[in-house]
């Protein structure tokens, strides 16, 4: 019997470093707070970070801004060199895995926006030899990573604009915003499935208010609004910054119901050994891990303690990536394949249901609902079948000769953050489906037409649904794919969330919807042939 799988993707892992502030300070700063200017490394804490690397073994590291304390050469040059050597001893290969963005502390002092070269060079120096690059332009402070495999994407912003003095204050600005826009909306074209992928943005300013971090005036990022808008608009799940110092996690809901969100990840300093500048919270990055099949975030903070060892710090804490569900499950994909044997209307059908989760805290699903059978005069279900691995009993409100209709009972509750299961189950229909149209008053008394369907009601929220039949090799049919809501109105099935294939050779034929509204009927129907 088949035993539906679907490929797991197990839990990717990004470690959150900001804030690092390597090399000499401005003389006047340190003379103001009482140190010297060249004193500014813990060559202790740096090997602790090191060995925390090591131990976390990240898929990606993310340097959200102020890898200098001065935007220096000579800086940027021993920063590079730290880091290049920090990462690599800790296992972890620093062009596939690292991902830097500039902070107010990387950009030259008293710049104007239009001065893009002048006011980044130190910055766009440190980004050729942290990766040993040749070319100044192979790195850029702005940039779009893809992980397909994972089903990532990563927007690296530039919030370091500003029309006139370079503080502390940012800006991301039109032009990056304008491409920002342009480049969300290429991929969205490129991956049909985009809904499913994690869409993460870094940048070094923070766009929502950290009023526990002490003073907002000259920090905080002159375009916040925008980028609210625009994160909310193209549906942005993480926000990763520094900047302030300050450790904290936030969930921010928005939509007409606040039914939609993202998680914004505000790191600390990892390594300034500074009292006064560490916000109170000492030295510290996240641990950020995300598994998009079970919908599941993880954050968890790891701070230096008194040895200066980088050790897992205060409360796990738990969001969910995308939206929830209403329902408090979804399913991954929700495949049904029925094959039609022969002209006798004999079909097989296999109903999948792929990465089933539950994504809302607190809730246990325990029955899956099911729906087999067809509506003809002498068909008969034989050979049921169902995962016995996952299912422990079936409850058939409905059992007739030609229909069932029930729950499947699993064996064990899900729970949020369980990895995902996959069920099957399958059965044989008998005289299912009339193949001539010279049949078709025998098997349907009082019916003029001679239509022939294959159906599926969604009755669970899924992500993707693929109906397909196939028929005999000879057999001459035309199908095209139908959808019905709920008041029984015919709606369209053009546009980006359907598409409908035909395989003449296999005289196969599938229709897959992205997002299939809940308590629609999906169908592909042809006409009996003569």
Partial sequence: MLNASLELKMDVTIVHLSDTHLGDDYVVRSLLRRRLYWRTEDQELLHNLEKALRRVDPDYVVHTGDVVNKATEPNFTRASQTLRSLFSNAGIDVKKKVLAIPGNHDVKVLAEEHEYWGRLAGFNHFLKLLFEEGDYRSRKPNFVKVDPERKMWFFCLDSTLKDHYQLAEGEVGVGQWDWFRNKFEILMKVYPDHNQFVKIVALHHHPHPIQAGGQERFMQLLDSGRAINMFEAYGVNLVLHGHKHFPHVLAHHHGDGGELHYTVIGAGTATCPFREEQSGEGNSFHVIKLNANANHLSIQRWKANNDKEYVPYGELIEHPIF?????????????????????????????????????????????????????????????????????????????????????????????????????????????????????????????????????????????????????????????????????????????????????????????????????HKYSIVWEVPD
């Fill in 323 to 519: 939206p929830t569900s209403r329902s408090g499950y979804r399913i991954a994909q929700s495949r049904a394949i029925n094959q039609i044997r022969d002209t006798s209307g004999t079909c097989l059908t296999t109903h999948q249901r792929l990465g089933v989760l539950v994504d809302r805290k607190g809730y246990e699903l325990k029955n899956i609902a099911f729906g087999m059978g067809g509506s003809a005069h002498d068909a008969e279900i034989t050979d049921f079948d169902y995962d016995r691995e996952s299912i422990s009993t079936v409850e058939c409100e409905v059992d007739l000769k030609a229909h069932k209709e029930g729950h499947f009972v699993l064996r064990e509750p899900l729970k949020q953050g369980a990895h995902p299961i996959d069920l099957w189950f399958t059965y044989e229909l008998k005289g299912g489906f009339c193949m001539r149209r010279s049949e078709y008053a025998k098997c349907y008394p009082g019916r003029n037409t001679g239509q022939e369907s294959v159906d599926v009601k969604v009755v669970h929220p899924c992500d993707q649904l693929t109906l397909v039949v196939e028929f005999p090799r000879k057999y001459k049919a035309r199908p095209r794919p139908v959808a019905i809501d709920q008041n029984g109105t015919e709606v369209s099935t053009k546009g980006p969330s359907c598409s409908f294939q035909a395989d003449n050779l296999a005289n196969r034929f599938s229709l897959v919807v992205r997002k299939p509204l809940l308590q």
